[in-house]
């Protein structure tokens, strides 16, 4: 694709129009938006509202206007992107509290079965919450086997799979169906982390049976760093599953101040203290704007944008470790290098910011809703004046950053 080319597919593009819709930098080419999502328009707004009207005029009326349904208001609004029903997505905590709430649930469903089964090389805190779960349940282990070996490893002793739908590195993507019915067959339930998918590729839980799912708010649903995180447990568990952390707002009756703890119906008994509601305002207005984003239109962009970079970095000699069939990947886009901390650290000192992952990963989030294929054209010819003249080999690049 040529320049004159990335810019015409731009003038054409229907997602276009919601590039406005972001407070992006100027001079900043963003591919990173699958690890923090950029600032919507409309969220210093709400925030705003949040602050000055709700908390510093109504006060703590504001619960009784809105706060206190925030959890469910913005799950049902979420379960519209993950192919759920309303009343089977919950926003509260992050995904390592979620995680831990559903996987020490589902090894208490059925006591017969003991076993955690995962990837290794999944997402650390996948891994580590599946760790620490299992130490709470006795005779629980964790399980966790190379891609290939899974499905072997998933058997009579199988409480629950935990795999992450798209791969944080390389952005491979499992067959959600083919292993839910996988976990069923075993008679295990399948829990799905969904913290690369939403927002990014096209997710429909209840086509694919899921059981369990949690989910990210601040990659591509742009809710802010540190957003709240959802919960997924479909209808056909909801009043089977009970969460280890029996919290107040969790409970049946929450001001009826009970000492005894009784789970409220449906998703409401996976909440435990208190909503977050300047971070659930943050989220929501990031959530917000999905709702009438057209998702066929963001996958085959995705598809494109991937094209164009997987193009550029073969010409420029990079190993690229995604997969090439679009069906088989998530929304970003991965390169080994054995330099590539230094090279993303020469990248953002020239204004395209990208990330690494240890060892020898260049990351590179392809977002359609405000990513230009100018933008991806420009950070190619960038990525290629680098290499040429090895501007990464400056000592200042490899100083790591606590964050990478």
């Not at 999905?290 to 190993?319: C, H, M, N, P, Y």
Request: hydrophobic fraction near 45%; proline fraction near 6%; include cysteine.
């Amino acid at each position: 694709m040529t320049h004159d080319e990335a810019r015409a597919r731009d003038a054409a593009d229907p997602l276009r129009p919601y590039r406005d819709r972001f407070a992006l930098p100027e001079g900043v080419i963003y591919l990173d938006g699958n690890s923090l999502g950029p600032l919507p328009r409309a969220t210093a707004p709400a925030l705003a509202d949040m602050v000055q009207r709700q908390w510093g005029d109504r006060l703590i009326r504001s619960w009784n206007e809105g706060w206190i349904d925030a959890p469910q208001r913005i799950g049902g609004k979420i379960a519209r992107l993950i192919g759920a029903h309303a009343a089977e997505a919950i926003v509260a905590d992050s995904p390592s509290v979620h995680l831990f709430k559903l996987l020490v649930a589902a090894l208490r469903h059925d006591p017969t079965r003991h076993t955690v089964v995962s990837e290794t090389g999944n997402f650390p805190t996948d891994l580590h919450i599946a760790e620490g779960a299992v130490g709470c349940v006795p005779g629980a282990r964790l399980n966790a086997v190379a891609r290939g070996d899974l499905h072997d490893a998933i058997d009579h002793d199988t409480a629950v799979t935990l795999l992450t739908h798209v791969h944080y590195k390389t952005g491979e993507r499992y067959d959600m169906a083919q292993w839910t019915a996988r976990a069923h067959d075993a008679g295990a339930l399948a829990l799905w982390d969904l913290s690369h998918s939403v927002g990014a590729i096209d997710v429909d839980l209840n086509a694919a049976g899921a059981d369990l799912a949690v989910g990210c708010g601040y990659k591509y649903l742009n809710g802010g760093p540190g957003a709240p995180a959802f919960l997924f447990v479909s209808r056909a568990f909801q009043d089977r599953l009970a969460s280890p952390l029996s919290g107040w707002m969790g409970h049946a009756a929450p001001f009826a101040f009970a000492d005894a703890y009784a789970p409220a119906d449906g998703m409401k008994r996976w909440l435990a203290g208190t909503p977050p509601m300047l971070a659930m305002a943050g989220l929501e207005a990031g959530v917000d704007l999905w709702l009438g984003v057209d998702r066929v239109q963001v996958a085959a962009k995705s598809a494109t944008l991937f094209d164009l970079l997987a193009a550029i970095g073969a010409e420029l000699g990079l190993e690229c470790v995604s997969p090439a069939n679009p069906v088989e990947r998530g929304s970003h886009i991965s390169f080994r290098h054995p330099h590539a901390y230094a090279l993303c650290q020469a990248l953002i000192a020239r204004g395209v910011i990208g990330d690494f992952r240890d060892p020898d990963i260049l990351r590179f989030g392809l977002t359609p809703l405000y990513l230009g294929f100018e933008d991806v054209w420009r950070a190619g010819e960038i990525l290629g004046e680098i290499l040429a003249s090895k501007a990464y080999a400056d000592p200042e690049f490899s100083k790591r950053n606590a964050v990478t």
